[in-house]
């Protein structure tokens, strides 16, 4: 199995980081409240223990299978959102990427500056050349988000959610990069 590699990201108005137990209040708030993830299938957090089990689960399978980073203020260091590059396929040379925005920080194109650089670090040094993003087909500003990056629309996708009855329909979108 391959082993990816984990390092902190900077651009010009974010850090990507390691979580610290000092984050998980901001995290424990976000996942609190539905109606800060409208259209993500997370579960809705509880207590700390469901939170720890919310960062045990992002760790599984850390280094072989994902990376997740918290997306932090340069200046503060105050966690604006997280993002993750996961659902590696080493034959296809693919990652997926899943992020989210605390509320507050929305419309800042926070997002792109994070998306970009991890594009360059998972191609640069992972040596990853299929990029997919795949969001809920409501999601208008992860749709535009996809299509700014360059992203092309590759269909729709139904799938079983794993945190809410139901089925979620997914717009998906994938990058090549040669």
């Known amino acids: 199995m391959n082993k990816l590699i984990y390092k ?8 990507l980081r390691y979580p610290k137990k000092s984050d998980y209040s901001y995290q424990f708030e976000f996942l609190s409240d539905k109606s800060n993830f409208p259209y993500a299938d997370f579960k809705i957090i509880k207590n700390i223990n469901e939170l720890d089990q919310f960062f045990q689960n992002k760790f599984k399978g850390f280094l072989e299978t994902s990376l997740f980073w918290m997306i932090c203020d340069r200046k503060t260091d105050i966690p604006v959102g997280t993002v993750s590059a996961w659902n590696i ?29 991890l594009i360059e670090y998972c191609h640069t040094t992972l040596k990853f050349t299929l990029f997919d993003i795949w ?14 990056l360059g992203f092309k629309f590759m269909g729709y996708v139904v799938e079983s959610a794993q945190n809410s009855d139901g089925n979620i329909e997914y717009a998906t979108y994938q990058l090549v990069k040669i």
């Open 8 to 15: 902190d990201i900077e651009t010009k108005r974010l850090i």
């Open 89 to 117: 396929d080493y034959g296809q040379n693919s990652i997926e990427f899943g992020f989210s925005l605390y509320p507050e920080h929305h419309g800042k194109g926070f997002m792109i500056e994070v998306l970009e650089e």
């Open 135 to 148: 969001t809920h087909k409501d999601n208008i500003p992860s749709i535009r988000l996809a299509r700014r």
